[in-house]
C-alpha cells in the first residue's frame, strides 16, 4: 500500500518506519527541512532503542522516503496519516492547528480517493473538523473528490515503540464507510496473525478511548502515589501493598508502581485536555481533577523529604540527581519530574550536579546555561562534593550500585529514591539512610 504519514515526530517517524518493516511504500514529510535532513543521511531526531535499525533497514529497501513537499506527500499515499503535534493551549486544551493545517493541505492537493487517518491524539469531535476543512477546501477548488475520515489513535510507549506498534495490544479504528473500513483492516492485517486485535468502532468512541485509556492509567497512579504517602504516615509498605493488590486479576500489576510522578508528553497533557472537553460540555471531571493535583504535587515529594532533613533554606547545599529523562529508555524530558525537583532546589539556593545516560544534551537545552547545574559523565562522579542523592529516573545502571562507594562519597550518606529501586536492606547495609516512596 502507498501510505503517506504527515509528522516525524515520535508516533509519526514510529509508524511510518513499522509501516514500511511489513512492506508499504511510505513517504514521510515533515515541514521542519532540519529533521528531514537528518532523515534522509539516515540519522533519527530522537532516541528510541530499535528504530534507528526499523529506519536504516526500510531507506536501504527503498519503501522509506522523507520529504518536505507538501504536494508530492499529498498525491503519494492513498492511506494519509496526521501524525502532528497536538500540544496544549493555555487553558488545557490540545491544540488542533497542526492538524487542521495538515487536513487542509490535503484538501488543497489531492487529485484522487483518500483515506485521512488522525493518528495524533485529539479531542472528541476532531474528525469532523478534519472532515470539514478538507471539504472546504476541495470546495474553493470546485472539486469533488471522495475521502474518508478515520481515526486511528495510537497507543505505543516511548522506550518500548517499536515492539508496541509491531505487536499493538488492540487496534482502535474508528470509520464510518465500508471502504475505509476495508483499507484498514488490509493495512493492519499483517499486525494481529496470531488473534483478531482490529477494534472497529464509531470515530467519536475511537477519540474518546485515547484519551480515556491515558487517564485510567494516570489515575492508577496518582491513586498509588497518594496511597504510597499514607503508607509511610502508617508504617506500611506500598511495594508490598502492590503485590497484594495485584494479584487481582481484576485489578493487575501494572502501572500501580508509586514514584515522584508521571511525565512525559501524553499523561499530563491528556488529562489537561479530558477534563477541558468534560468541563466545554458540563462535566466537572472530578476524578480527573484530583490525579491532576496529586500528581503535581508528586512531582516535589523529593524535595519534601530533603527539606525535611535539610531544612526550608538549601544555600550552600549540593545535590546529585541520578536521571533527568521522564522515564528510562528515552531522552525526553517533557513533563519530566527531574524539572520540577531540580527548579525547586534552586529556589531554595542549592545546587545540582545531575547524570543521565542519554538525557543530558536535551537537559542542556530545557535549563540552558545555569551554574547551578553541571552534569557528570557516569553516576558515581555525580556524587562528589554531593550532600546527597535523588534518584530520580530508574534507569537500568543505577540499580546496582557500589552502595560502599556512595556512602563514602555523600556528605550526609542520604539517598533519595523517587524510583523505588533498591531493597532497602542494601543501602542500609552500607551504613547509608534510604528514603524511598512509601516505604517505612
Ligand atoms: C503513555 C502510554 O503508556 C501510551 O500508551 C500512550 O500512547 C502515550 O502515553 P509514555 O508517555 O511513553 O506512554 O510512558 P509510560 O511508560 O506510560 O509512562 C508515563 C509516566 O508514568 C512516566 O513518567 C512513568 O515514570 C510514570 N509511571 C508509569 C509511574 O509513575 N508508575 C507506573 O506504574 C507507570
Not at 496519516?81 to 489531492?110: C, N
Not at 482502535?172 to 496470531?194: S, T, W
Not at 508521571?262 to 499530563?268: L, V
Amino acid at each position: 500500500m502507498k501510505i503517506t504519514v504527515v509528522g516525524t515526530g515520535y508516533v509519526g517517524l514510529v509508524s511510518g518506519a513499522c509501516l514500511a518493516e511489513m512492506g508499504n511504500d511510505v513517504l514521510c514529510l515533515d515541514l521542519d527541512p532540519e529533521k528531514i535532513r537528518i532523515l534522509k543521511e539516515g540519522g533519527i531526531p530522537i532516541h528510541e532503542p530499535g528504530l534507528d535499525q526499523v529506519v536504516a533497514r526500510n531507506v536501504a529497501a527503498g519503501r522509506l522516503h522523507f520529504t518536505t513537499d507538501v504536494q508530492e506527500a499529498v498525491q503519494f499515499g492513498t492511506i494519509q496519516f496526521i501524525a502532528v503535534g497536538t500540544p496544549p493551549d493555555e487553558d488545557g486544551s490540545a491544540d488542533l492547528q497542526y492538524v487542521l493545517s495538515a487536513a487542509k493541505a490535503i484538501g488543497r492537493h489531492m487529485t484522487d480517493y483518500k483515506v485521512i487517518v488522525d493518528k495524533s491524539t485529539v479531542p472528541v469531535g476532531t474528525a469532523d473538523k478534519v472532515k470539514a476543512a478538507v471539504r472546504a477546501e476541495l470546495d474553493a477548488r470546485g472539486e469533488n473528490i471522495p475521502y474518508s475520515v478515520v481515526s486511528n489513535p495510537e497507543f505505543l510507549k516511548e522506550g518500548a515503540a517499536v515492539d508496541d506498534f509491531m505487536r499493538p495490544d488492540r487496534i482502535v479504528v474508528g470509520a464510518e464507510d465500508d471502504q475505509a473500513i476495508f483499507l484498514m483492516k488490509a493495512l493492519y492485517a499483517p499486525f494481529q496473525r496470531n488473534h483478531e486485535k482490529l477494534l472497529i468502532m464509531d470515530l467519536r468512541s475511537a477519540e474518546l478511548t485515547k484519551y480515556a485509556a491515558n487517564a485510567m492509567l494516570a489515575t492508577r497512579i496518582s491513586f498509588m502515589n497518594e496511597l504510597a504517602l499514607l503508607a509511610e504516615t502508617l508504617g506500611a509498605d506500598i511495594e508490598l501493598v502492590r503485590h497484594g493488590i495485584g494479584s487481582d486479576p481484576r485489578i493487575g500489576y501494572h502501572f500501580l508502581y508509586a514514584g515522584c510522578g508521571y511525565g512525559g508528553s501524553c499523561f499530563p497533557k491528556d488529562v489537561k485536555a479530558l477534563i477541558k472537553t468534560g468541563a466545554d460540555s458540563g462535566h466537572n471531571l472530578r476524578v480527573l481533577n484530583a490525579v491532576e493535583d496529586a500528581n503535581d504535587a508528586q512531582k516535589l515529594v523529593l524535595v519534601d523529604k530533603v527539606v525535611e532533613r535539610f531544612g526550608e533554606d538549601l544555600s550552600g547545599k549540593h545535590f546529585a540527581v541520578w536521571g533527568l529523562a521522564f522515564k528510562p529508555n528515552t531522552d525526553d524530558m517533557r513533563e519530566a519530574p527531574s524539572r520540577v525537583i531540580i527548579a525547586e532546589l534552586f529556589r531554595r539556593g542549592a545546587t545540582v550536579t545531575a547524570y543521565d545516560p542519554v538525557a543530558m544534551p536535551e537537559a542542556r537545552r530545557v535549563f540552558g546555561e545555569d551554574a547551578r547545574l553541571v552534569y557528570a559523565e557516569r553516576p558515581m562522579q555525580a556524587l562528589d562534593d554531593a550532600d546527597a542523592l535523588l534518584i530520580v529516573t530508574e534507569w537500568k545502571e543505577f540499580r546496582s550500585p557500589d552502595f560502599d562507594v556512595i556512602k563514602a562519597k555523600l556528605k550526609s550518606g542520604i539517598i533519595f529514591d523517587g524510583r523505588n529501586i533498591f531493597d532497602p536492606a542494601l543501602p542500609k547495609k552500607a551504613g547509608l539512610t534510604y528514603l524511598s516512596i512509601g516505604r517505612p
